[in-house]
């Protein structure tokens, strides 16, 4: 088949990061600075991405305001006619460069929180004071008068703040949230059994967001993603892979997902290398799983195929080694129970996080 242009570029621009939050999607075997693609290369990937019929990109990491030159990157970006957004977590920026930043063509910013309060959040984050920091840049982000996205990343060990969330950012003038339940690829696979939230959990926060949705229409919109282990229905993964959406790693690698390396299966193009053109059109790993003629059954023949597009390939290699069987995540999935008791018996789980960073990288655990 033939695809459409994407629709929006994740530009991964480095892996450095001051925080060290246990549920990064980040592969294991972060890239080092050395490796990263210098800011005339990033300028000619964005043009290629332009040229290609990207409508936005997304700045992203990492830490990407730990690139000095992400104003030129905005720049580069606004000229050639992308919404352009940051996804930060918002401690390494000040007023001064966030006006910068605005100067130079950003348009929105999403920053990212690990909790209601400084003692959970900054546990969490494995950084001291950056709810505090996080807290401050949010006022900056108002003031330069730049759209807010709030992002909760929610789990075992923070959903009893999720009310206190809620109200924080409307307390901080956001305009949507995202309360994101933990997807467990790269660092938060490594750390499932301690993430996982029990099925109790996972219910009261689905009636406490229902509940925000009513109370605050009209004032903060709302998403929410529930954790794939308690579905009995697959995401449409990235609105299908190699349909929408295309990421560009630190060094150049150019993958259908932010987590499509943990699929090791796959070999991925550079766009050092190749023209990023060829890579959407022709790429392999692009190619993998686009469509539907690779699904087996009993996604070959469900109605729902273009629907979900077979759901999440990362997934299905992380449970099964397969990345082209069912996503466990569907109960017609052979694999659906043994993904749900997975959850269950991690729920209870007392383990420690192991936090993300240069050094903590290991091998998996069998699953």
């Given at each position: 088949m033939i695809p459409e242009p994407p629709f929006a570029l994740l530009a991964e621009l480095t892996h450095r990061c001051p925080l060290q939050c246990p549920y990064c999607s980040n592969p294991l075997d972060l890239e080092r600075a050395a490796n990263e693609m210098t800011a005339g290369e990033w300028r000619n990937a964005i043009r290629q991405a332009a040229d290609l019929g990207c409508m936005q990109i997304h700045f992203s990491g990492g830490e990407p305001t730990a690139r000095p030159d992400l104003e030129a990157l905005v720049a580069e970006a606004a000229v050639a006619g992308l919404y352009t957004n940051l996804i930060t977590s918002g401690v390494l920026c000040d007023r001064a460069r966030l006006e910068g930043l605005a100067a130079a063509g950003l348009e929105h910013v999403q920053l990212s929180f690990q909790g209601a309060t400084a003692p959970i959040a900054d546990r969490i984050g494995g950084y001291a004071g950056g709810h505090e920091k996080k807290m401050s840049f949010a006022g900056h982000v108002r003031a330069t008068g730049l759209p807010l996205t709030a992002n909760f990343v929610v789990h075992r060990q923070n959903v009893h703040q999720l009310d206190a969330m809620i109200d924080m950012a409307v307390e901080m003038g956001a305009e949507r949230i995202e309360i994101a339940n933990v997807q467990y690829y790269g660092w938060?696979?490594?750390?499932?059994?301690?993430?996982?939230?029990?099925?109790?959990?996972?219910?009261?926060?689905?009636?406490?967001?229902?509940?925000?949705?009513?109370?605050?229409?009209?004032?903060?919109?709302?998403?929410?993603?529930?954790?794939?282990?308690?579905?009995?229905?697959?995401?449409?993964?990235?609105?299908?892979?190699?349909?929408?959406?295309?990421?560009?790693?630190?060094?150049?690698?150019?993958?259908?997902?932010?987590?499509?390396?943990?699929?090791?299966?796959?070999?991925?193009?550079?766009?050092?290398?190749?023209?990023?053109?060829?890579?959407?059109?022709?790429?392999?790993?692009?190619?993998?799983?686009?469509?539907?003629?690779?699904?087996?059954?009993?996604?070959?023949?469900?109605?729902?195929?273009?629907?979900?597009?077979?759901?999440?390939?990362?997934?299905?290699?992380?449970?099964?080694?397969?990345?082209?069987?069912?996503?466990?995540?569907?109960?017609?999935?052979?694999?659906?129970?043994?993904?749900?008791?997975?959850?269950?018996q991690d729920a209870q789980s007392e383990d420690d996080f192991v936090y993300r960073n240069f050094r903590s990288a290991k091998a998996l655990p069998a699953l």
């Amino acid at each position: 088949m033939i695809p459409e242009p994407p629709f929006a570029l994740l530009a991964e621009l480095t892996h450095r990061c001051p925080l060290q939050c246990p549920y990064c999607s980040n592969p294991l075997d972060l890239e080092r600075a050395a490796n990263e693609m210098t800011a005339g290369e990033w300028r000619n990937a964005i043009r290629q991405a332009a040229d290609l019929g990207c409508m936005q990109i997304h700045f992203s990491g990492g830490e990407p305001t730990a690139r000095p030159d992400l104003e030129a990157l905005v720049a580069e970006a606004a000229v050639a006619g992308l919404y352009t957004n940051l996804i930060t977590s918002g401690v390494l920026c000040d007023r001064a460069r966030l006006e910068g930043l605005a100067a130079a063509g950003l348009e929105h910013v999403q920053l990212s929180f690990q909790g209601a309060t400084a003692p959970i959040a900054d546990r969490i984050g494995g950084y001291a004071g950056g709810h505090e920091k996080k807290m401050s840049f949010a006022g900056h982000v108002r003031a330069t008068g730049l759209p807010l996205t709030a992002n909760f990343v929610v789990h075992r060990q923070n959903v009893h703040q999720l009310d206190a969330m809620i109200d924080m950012a409307v307390e901080m003038g956001a305009e949507r949230i995202e309360i994101a339940n933990v997807q467990y690829y790269g660092w938060a696979l490594k750390n499932r059994a301690a993430l996982m939230p029990s099925r109790d959990q996972l219910d009261k926060m689905t009636v406490s967001v229902l509940a925000a949705r009513e109370r605050l229409k009209g004032v903060l919109v709302i998403d929410f993603v529930v954790p794939d282990y308690y579905a009995r229905r697959p995401k449409a993964c990235m609105g299908g892979w190699g349909r929408r959406f295309l990421n560009i790693s630190p060094s150049g690698k150019v993958l259908p997902c932010h987590a499509a390396e943990s699929i090791t299966t796959l070999a991925f193009d550079n766009v050092r290398e190749k023209p990023l053109a060829d890579i959407w059109l022709n790429g392999s790993a692009f190619q993998a799983f686009r469509g539907t003629d690779w699904m087996p059954e009993p996604c070959r023949s469900c109605d729902r195929q273009e629907m979900d597009w077979g759901g999440c390939r990362c997934q299905a290699f992380a449970i099964t080694g397969d990345a082209a069987q069912t996503d466990p995540a569907c109960a017609l999935s052979k694999d659906h129970d043994r993904l749900v008791a997975t959850a269950l018996q991690d729920a209870q789980s007392e383990d420690d996080f192991v936090y993300r960073n240069f050094r903590s990288a290991k091998a998996l655990p069998a699953l």
